[in-house]
């Protein structure tokens, strides 16, 4: 299972592997970006469950890895399209505005651009 960190399934195995390979992955950047991918693949599912499973994972980088700022900068951008696409458009905008203010010392590098 080389590509533990792609995809959208999430079952209770694939969380233990996840985690487990997570656990023994190499520095907070390699943490963090396994982190955001798999968080950023179960968000494009059309399972619920995954969408809010990938938003968690999303809230981690930030609370976990909070000075790998290009993940981080990007998982806001990704949790404020979550919530828009939730119509929660108060979380949303909080997610965008955080990603942005990150623009003054570190550009744009790593987002879409909003």
């Known amino acids: 299972m080389s590509d533990w960190y792609l995809g959208d399934n999430w079952d209770k195995e694939t969380q233990e592997i996840f985690e487990q390979k997570l656990k023994k992955s190499r520095g907070d950047y390699n943490k963090s970006q396994y982190l955001r991918i798999k968080g950023s693949s179960l968000l494009k599912s059309m399972d619920s ?19 790998e700022t290009s993940n981080v900068m990007f998982s806001y951008e990704q949790l404020g399209d979550y919530y828009f696409s939730k119509n929660s ?18 550009g744009r590098s790593g987002t879409s651009g909003i």
């Open 49 to 67: 469950g995954k969408r809010e499973a990938g938003s968690k994972l999303l809230k981690r980088v930030i609370s976990e890895y909070p000075n």
């Open 89 to 106: 458009y108060e979380e949303a905008e909080a997610n965008y505005r955080q990603s942005i203010s990150f623009y003054g010392n570190k």
